[in-house]
């Protein structure tokens, strides 16, 4: 990954600098794989064209700033919404015809992968196979002076939208009557059913937000991750797959531990062993299947 | 007595394993009415079939006089019809927000008075309140299940084997709460194969091999020779 701004070579405080900085992405790569997790814990389906809806956020992004002049933070909630609705329609469009067939799992992720590489392809058809960025000091010229290291005024800002969009999924699953719904619907989806929670209704709700989370946290890969071109979908999925393995998948919680370990574990090897660092979402995602296969929130694998 | 649930005809299973043949059960208000059968009768499935997590094949289904076998599970329980799983609990979910989501289609005002009196009558889960559901004993996860069934002021509860997984002592707690339950006018449907459960039934169905080969009172199934050797024989009762 090109980290703009990173700082190569050895130096004796270099392992500060990695740590505050691995901190700032490790919210970052928490968001990325939350949209995930949300719908695999709901749905028992590995969206596999995550990457490529955070791709479409990134553009969005990208052409609302150059064709518009919105700033990125006024993009959000509107590309948001959009997002949110597109999502429960693709939810209801695609999913309950899967459901009533009998191979269901391995169906939903030929199906997503075949999702995955159709926006990709009609993205490289419309925008062109180029990478795309915008100008960096769209959040402010000046470096943030933090603890005495100097860092791209954009860091703090992906964090800090990163945290708040945490946050506010924390207070619906925690503190809202669908968000109740969604964890029982995690835990059991018959069991929720008995309830009388509408699990369709809430399954899309989550399909919607899943999608919401990742449009954001496309938009913050235009500043975190430098560029985005229509083919990023397919590593930044197995990023987020690998953070959400790593915290225990279908935990929620897990996902921002794992994603701030993650984001550690990226900012010291790009320190220390940049030219290793690509592979470290592979290597953990190996590691943690063979080691602790339930992640490190350690819960037992779930028996679907 | 009036009829409340009105089974006929009733066929079902899973994919192209039928488990259920011509089923006809039928409970009235106010009646308790015991499913008994051996592991593997059909009971899960058929209560199941009745709620809509494993839609029926075929035959009818009527709650108070109105057809309910196409509609959604979770619609089923806004007309009043309570299911407590076999599991009967959210373990990921602490006491208190399991006790909301069975009052999920309820006003909030209506669940937290609910709330309070089940607290008061059960003290045990009010110092559990904030704990995980998954943390309680077995015996405390019945009694959260029961009340849990009872947040949506249903009126007809489905049991499918509260007494799973419950010691013997444990099992005579349970039956001695859903006592303390039957008020209200509430009707129970218990899928069970404990017989202990026969003290609080006003009748009971037989199910075997996924039919239903006796139907009549406690009396007449304990006066009748060959159910009671192959299933009370058995038993031990």
Redo the contacts between chains.
């Keep these: 990954m090109n980290l703009p701004g990173a700082q190569k070579g050895w130096s004796p405080d270099m392992l500060e600098f990695s740590l505050i900085a691995g901190i700032l992405f490790g919210l970052f790569f928490a968001l990325v794989g939350m949209g995930l997790n949300l719908v695999f814990g709901v749905m028992r389906i590995v969206n596999l064209a995550h990457g490529d809806f955070m791709m479409l956020g990134a553009f969005g992004a990208f052409w609302a700033y150059n064709l518009l002049g919105w700033n990125p933070l006024v993009t959000i909630p509107v590309q948001g919404l959009a997002f949110v609705l597109a999502g429960m329609a693709l939810y209801y469009l695609l999913v309950p015809r899967l459901v009533a067939l009998?191979d269901f799992e391995m169906i939903s992720l030929v199906l997503f992968f075949g999702l995955s590489q159709t926006i990709e392809a009609l993205a490289v058809l419309a925008f062109g196979n180029n990478p795309r960025s915008i100008f960096q000091p769209v959040f402010g010229q000046a470096p943030v002076h933090f603890l005495g290291r100097t860092f791209p005024v954009a860091w703090p800002v992906s964090a800090a939208v990163s945290l708040f969009f945490l946050i506010l999924v924390y207070f619906y699953l925690y503190r809202t009557?669908a968000g109740?719904?969604t964890?029982?619907v995690?835990?059991?989806r018959?069991?929720?059913?008995?309830?009388?929670?509408?699990?369709?209704r809430i399954s899309a709700l989550t399909f919607g937000l899943g999608l919401l989370l990742a449009s954001v946290a496309g938009m913050l890969s235009l500043f975190m991750l430098g560029s985005v071109s229509p083919d990023f979908g397919g590593n930044i999925t197995i990023t987020a797959f690998a953070v959400i393995v790593f915290g225990g998948l279908g935990d929620p919680v897990g996902t921002v531990l794992g994603g701030l370990l993650y984001g550690i574990g990226l900012m010291v090897m790009e320190s220390y062993l940049s030219s290793w660092a690509n592979i470290l979402p592979y290597v953990l995602l190996l590691a943690t299947l063979l080691v602790k296969p339930g992640g490190i929130m350690g819960k037992e694998v779930r028996h679907v | 007595m009036q009829g409340l649930l009105e089974v006929t005809g009733l066929a079902g299973g899973y994919g192209p394993l039928q488990v259920l043949w011509d089923i006809d059960l039928n409970v009235n208000e106010s009646e308790t009415v015991v499913l008994l059968g051996p592991n593997g009768a059909g009971k899960t499935t058929l209560l199941k079939a009745l709620v809509g997590l494993t839609p029926p094949r075929t035959g009818g289904i009527l709650f108070q006089g109105r057809p309910i076998e196409k509609l959604r599970t979770d619609q089923k329980i806004c007309l009043g019809i309570s299911f407590m799983t076999e599991m009967g609990v959210f373990t990921n979910l602490t006491v208190e927000e399991n006790l909301r989501l069975g009052g999920y289609h309820q006003p909030r005002d209506q669940v937290n008075n609910r709330i309070g009196e089940f607290y008061t009558l059960f003290p045990d889960l009010h110092g559990h309140r904030h704990h995980l559901a998954g943390a309680l004993s077995g015996g405390q996860r019945k009694m959260l299940g029961l009340v849990k069934a009872f947040m949506s002021q249903p009126r007809l509860v489905i049991m499918d084997e509260p007494s799973s997984g419950l010691s013997p002592r444990f099992v005579g707690e349970v039956v001695k709460m859903l006592s303390r339950l039957r008020t209200e006018g509430v009707s129970f449907l218990i899928a069970e194969q404990n017989v202990k459960f026969l003290e609080i039934a006003d009748r009971v169905y037989v199910l075997d091999g996924g039919r239903i080969n006796f139907s009549g009172t406690v009396e007449e199934l304990k006066s009748n020779q060959a159910i009671n050797e192959a299933y009370f024989g058995l038993k031990g009762h």
């Design positions: 009998k009557r109740y719904a964890r029982a995690m835990a059991s018959d069991e929720a059913s008995a309830s009388g929670v509408n699990v369709d």
